[in-house]
């Protein structure tokens, strides 16, 4: 069976997509059979991976291409009577294990049917199978191509939308930034996860839903950890300024969402996956330039190459020693996201 994890947190800003993009190919790379699931409509990892840009619009891609996260549920958000389909997934030419299955610049128009959904009442047949598409959907896909993970990378707010995403989801891993408004995120996140929660639980005893041909996920989402990036480090660590947030962050996870979470059945263990007693699974620093020649270059930052980012000498040298740090960090996260799902 194949594990659904979903990197969400309302805040943007937070390197969601480089860190779904990156623990993909990883995972990939380490023999995972993996899709990565583009569902924010700003679909910066769809750009990513096909390499647009102002001159080769996503535009360009969606004209002879249903191939994307809007089109493929779109039977049952438009209420006809066609099933769900696979079609073929994006594939990259370079890791066989990886593929992409394409955000559209139009999914969040589905999210006032989500709403609709959520708030049932009464017998509305033709909302039955709302709920249950987006899971159907990535389960049949990871049927016909036998994929051990699925990452999707949701987009940074507090929707009907992501509700359903995370909900159905299998795991959930909160990305976060070292900084006063991702501590409120995850604040404010404490009372946002038990009222989906509660809303889960109510619609799966819906008679509607309980009829559907696509049912809701049985289980629950389960937490399993942070990741902290986006800071300058020092010396191979972070700086005092960004190290005071990733320990605040730390704590209010520990004291405050834990607790909520485990209250809600919807942690991996109250045994931390991550390093130091924390849920912290990986501290990812800010690669700055990196990060933009891996964009450019539709590579990951661990396996850019001197030719790519044409710098020689010390600049490379320096170059050289962070993708190295890069790649250890990135392998390090892919094995406790590996051991946490078993």
């Known amino acids: 069976m194949s594990k659904i994890i979903a990197l969400f947190n309302n805040k943007g800003g937070v390197s969601k997509t480089t860190t779904t993009f990156h623990l993909g190919w990883k995972l990939a790379e380490k023999g995972y059979r993996t899709l990565i699931v583009d569902t924010d409509p ?28 809007k089109d493929l549920l779109s039977p049952v958000f438009n209420g006809s009577l066609n099933r769900l389909e696979v079609k073929d997934c994006y594939a990259f030419a370079n890791n066989k294990n990886l593929f992409l299955l394409p955000g559209h610049i139009d999914f969040s128009e589905y999210d006032a049917t989500y709403n609709i959904a959520e708030n049932l009442v009464g017998s509305i047949a033709l909302l039955k199978n709302v709920p249950g598409a987006f899971r159907e959907l990535l389960k049949i896909t990871a049927e016909k191509y036998s994929f051990d993970y699925i990452l999707v990378d949701m987009s940074p707010n507090i929707s009907a939308t992501n509700a359903n995403i995370l909900m159905e989801s299998d795991f959930f891993i909160l990305p976060c930034a070292p900084d006063y408004f991702c501590y409120m995120a995850i604040e404010s996140l404490t009372k946002v996860f038990p009222k989906w929660d509660k809303a889960y639980c109510k619609m799966k005893e819906h008679e509607v839903f309980k009829q559907a041909d696509y049912k809701m996920h049985a289980g629950k989402p389960r937490f399993i950890g942070t990741i902290q990036q986006r800071y300058r480090p020092r010396n191979g660590f972070p700086s005092k300024a960004f190290s005071e947030w990733i320990n605040d962050i730390n704590r209010i996870v520990i004291n405050k969402l834990v607790p909520v979470l485990r209250k809600c059945n919807m942690i991996v263990s109250d045994a931390p996956c991550g390093a130091d007693g924390t849920y912290n699974l990986a501290n990812i620093a800010d690669f700055n330039s990196l990060i933009a020649q891996s964009q450019a270059n539709n590579t990951p930052v661990f396996l ?33 996201v590996v051991k946490a799902t078993k």
């Open 42 to 69: 700003q679909c910066n990892l769809t750009g990513l991976c096909l390499n647009t840009d102002k001159d080769n619009k996503l535009e360009n891609f969606y004209k002879n291409n249903e191939n994307n996260i």
């Open 304 to 336: 850019l190459t001197q030719e790519q980012v044409q710098k020689s000498g010390s600049v490379w040298n320096n170059m050289e020693k962070s993708i190295q740090e890069f790649n250890q960090t990135f392998d390090c996260l892919a094995d406790r």
